[in-house]
């Protein structure tokens, strides 16, 4: 795995607001990288000095080995998937397809069969003659993702590509880009705020909040070791409660939970008894059952159910424990035609694993 | 009814204009007016079911006729065989022929022409790059620089373009031992000064509405800074620019006021001619240079449609 893109101590201020804050990575060639998180936590702004419409105040930014400063974004063999997919209004889909093998001047029998098998990659050959307006938004996202691989580039950016499309639209186009990238081999920098998205696509993630990456790794570590409060709240959805160590040994923590007492949970680096922070852990983890079934389970505690949420694969119970705090878990509704195994006011038990969940400082 | 207010509103206004060419034509006035009033009194009176937009009708009917009568009166008079442009006598096409044997018409005809197609093309070039600047890099500066010529009264830039072309110009050029007088030169630059800031204006209303990333996409896919602007923004923008250039090519083909005091003594073009002329009277040769005007702007409008539907259409 060598690096093809690395971004080093990249930052990029306006006025005296960092919207890039000394950001570090690298992305292996071939790779499907992800930058996730919320609006405005400048996602955009690092795509942008990547594919050279803008410039970092500080830090470099390589493409193979060699720095990008300087260069202009015609010269970087780099192209963007623009969120409003910027296709010329002017030109029909076969003339946007062939636009940057028209910039790299390649002879006109080459760039006829090479947008003719494009074009047919993205299913969209019959479309060739007609002009964007005419398009869905499938249709031209497709066009965009066409003429963006086309001209094989070393880097694909692509920000929020899929964020103007309707659900099912979009979760087919999340299949196809995954073979896409697959078969042509092409790094792709995909930018997106949508966790789900991140998780079902990426080889790694990088959770970006207010210009700061927060952590980077593959989905299943982000998601299941989130480092931080705002990456386990940001990923999926987690239950937080405020804990202190009581006691910290390599094979796991002892947390006092106010209301609940002691819970065990695993080792967490640097926690010292003493340490206060949250324990998080995701409802999936939690397990809920009736007051009297035997649960072999170090942490169990009662409750009553507030609330729930039927979603038709699972549903969502709110408890609220008898120490006051409140838990939500998670029951997949494995017997047909039943949406709930539990009634709003059902005494119940909760309980987990004492290596689920992960204590969090701060 | 209300449609039928509408036919007496149209006969009134027909009549109207015959009264133009008949005798009794005080008469004839009179009982139009007096149609004319009927006409909305019947509409007022109709049912609004029958037509609902009856008084959007009706006003659009006389300013289409008030519009257009007059320049149908020039064209008909141009036609007519009588030196006096009084009542209709008969058909001919006489003063066309004398028109095209007027050494001065001819002369001033070639000037207008001539200053109205450098003036506009240099300024369709310069607004239009003034037009991308002010909305690329939204400078403080330039749109008073560029708008203040349009806004400003003519008689204004009239006057400040004649002292500065008289006396400061034409001493500091002289220093360069350059000798120049008013005419064909001073009126096209003066032209040009005016005509910027509408294709300026319309360039970068063209621009506004515009998805800024369509730019960046170009060059993000390969394209130099000149080869975005030839392959993507002079073609989302060109409607824009065939706009100006045939608004800039009107207003200078008709100025007269900056024309006046910029042409100097011995140059002349067509509306300096034409106010020369119609200053002893309303020959039927006006009419006839008048049509021609009328008709090469017609032709230009129906050439902007083809070349560029969307200045038509407004979109
Ligand atoms: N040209 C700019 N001038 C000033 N502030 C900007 C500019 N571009 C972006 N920002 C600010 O930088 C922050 C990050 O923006 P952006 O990178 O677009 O976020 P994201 O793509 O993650 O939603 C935002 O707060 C935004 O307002
Ligand atoms: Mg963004």
Redesign the interface.
């Known amino acids: 795995m060598t690096a093809i893109l690395e971004i080093r101590n990249v930052t990029r201020r306006f006025g005296d607001f960092a919207a890039v804050n000394d950001v570090s990575l690298s992305v292996a060639s071939g790779e499907f990288f992800t930058l996730l998180g919320p609006s405005g936590c400048g996602k955009t702004t690092l795509l942008r000095m990547i594919?050279?419409?803008d410039d970092p105040d500080a830090g470099e930014i390589l493409l193979g080995g060699k720095d990008l400063t300087g260069t202009?974004?015609?010269r970087r063999p780099?192209?963007?998937v623009?969120q409003?997919y910027?296709?010329?209004?002017?030109m029909t889909v076969a003339q946007n397809v062939a636009?940057?093998l028209k910039?790299?001047k390649r002879p006109a029998e080459e760039i006829d069969r090479r947008v003719r098998e494009a074009l047919e990659l993205v299913h969209l050959a019959e479309k060739r003659t007609s002009f964007p307006h005419e398009l869905s938004g499938g249709q031209k996202q497709r066009v965009a993702l066409a003429?963006?691989l086309i001209?094989r580039p070393r880097l694909l950016l692509l920000d929020e590509p899929l964020g103007a499309l309707d659900a099912k639209l979009r979760e087919e186009m999340q299949i196809e880009l995954i073979a896409m990238q697959r078969e042509l081999g092409i790094t792709f920098v995909f930018v997106t705020h949508s966790q789900p998205e991140a998780l079902a696509l990426s080889h790694r993630i990088a959770v970006m909040n207010a210009g700061r990456i927060e952590q980077m790794d593959e989905p299943s570590k982000i998601y299941g070791f989130p480092r931080n409060r705002f990456v386990a709240d940001f990923i999926g959805h987690c239950n937080m409660l405020e804990a202190r160590v009581a006691d910290a040994t390599p094979q796991g923590l002892r947390l006092e939970v106010p209301g609940l007492g002691a819970v065990a949970a695993p080792p967490a680096d640097g926690a010292r008894a003493g340490a206060s922070g949250v324990l998080a852990i995701r409802p999936e983890q939690v397990r809920i059952a009736a007051p009297d079934a035997a649960l072999d389970l170090q942490n169990r505690f009662g409750g009553k159910v507030r609330d729930f949420l039927y979603v038709g694969d699972v549903t969502t119970y709110v408890v609220d424990l008898e120490s006051g705090a409140r838990v939500e878990a998670l029951l997949a509704n494995s017997a047909p035609g039943r949406a709930k195994f539990f009634e709003v006011g059902d005494a119940v038990q909760v309980a987990w694993r004492h290596d689920a969940g992960a204590f969090l400082h701060g | 009814m209300r449609r039928a207010a509408l036919a007496i509103e149209a006969l009134a206004i027909g009549l109207l204009f015959w009264s133009f060419f008949s005798d009794a034509r005080y008469a004839l006035a009179g009982a139009a007016l007096a149609a004319l009033g009927a006409a909305a009194a019947l509409g007022a009176f109709g049912q609004r079911r029958e037509l609902p937009h009856f008084w959007l009708w009706f006003a659009s009917i006389l300013v289409y006729a008030f519009l257009y009568l007059p320049l149908a009166i020039v064209v008909i008079f141009s036609f007519n065989d009588s030196k006096l442009a009084a009542e209709w006598v008969g058909f001919t096409t006489s003063w066309y022929a004398k028109l095209l044997a007027d050494v001065d018409m001819l002369a001033a005809a070639r000037n207008s022409v001539l200053i109205a197609l450098t003036a506009s093309a240099v300024a369709t070039v310069l607004g239009t790059m003034a037009g991308i600047a002010m909305h690329r890099y939204k400078p403080r500066l330039l749109p008073f620089m560029v708008l203040t010529p349009v806004a400003m009264p003519e008689i204004l830039l009239g006057v400040s373009l004649l002292i500065f072309f008289l006396n400061t110009a034409r001493p500091a050029l002289a220093l360069f031992g350059i000798e120049f007088d008013l005419g064909v030169l001073t009126v096209i630059i003066a032209h040009i000064t005016f005509c910027i800031g509408f294709v300026a204006i319309i360039v970068r209303a063209r621009l506004a509405g515009m998805d800024e990333s369509i730019f960046e996409a170009a060059r993000d896919l390969g394209a130099t800074p000149w080869e975005t602007f030839r392959r993507v923004t002079l073609p989302l923008i060109m409607p824009g620019v065939i706009a100006g250039a045939l608004m800039a090519f009107t207003l200078s083909i008709d100025d007269f006021v900056i024309t006046f005091f910029t042409s100097g003594v011995g140059t002349k073009t067509l509306p300096l001619e034409i106010y020369t002329m119609i200053k002893v009277a309303v020959t039927p040769e006006v009419n006839a240079v008048s049509t021609l005007l009328m008709l090469l702007t017609l032709g230009m409008i129906v050439v902007a449609g083809r070349v560029a539907p969307d200045v038509l259409r407004g979109k």
Do not use: D, K
């Open positions: 594919a050279g419409f202009a974004p015609e780099i192209h963007t623009f409003s910027a296709l010329f209004p002017h636009f940057p910039m790299a003429r963006g001209n």
